[in-house]
């Protein structure tokens, strides 16, 4: 399985959280798509770099007390 690591516990050894790669990629595919803020409480912009062939999406800040904006 390949998938993307979402979460690592602090303080334990070679413990981490992955979603597969294809929840992953319809979810990045829905964040580039919608510019602006997200039910998550982030407010997120398509990323440039110049010459860049992938597609890169830039997140420019969170809702107060949104489930982005509060501690792990």
Known sequence: MVGIN????????????A??????RRVIAKLIAVEGSTAHG???KP?????AQR???????????SP???PA
Do not use: C, M, W, Y
């Not at 979603?19 to 992953?24: K, L, T, V, Y």
């Open 42 to 44: 982030t407010a997120s």
């Open 47 to 51: 990323g440039r770099q110049k010459g």
């Open 6 to 17: 979402v979460a690592i516990r602090a303080g334990a050894q070679r413990i981490g959280f």
């Open 55 to 65: 597609r890169r999406l830039l997140v420019t800040g969170t809702t107060e007390n």
């Open 19 to 24: 979603i597969p790669i294809d929840d992953a």
């Open 68 to 70: 982005a904006a509060l």
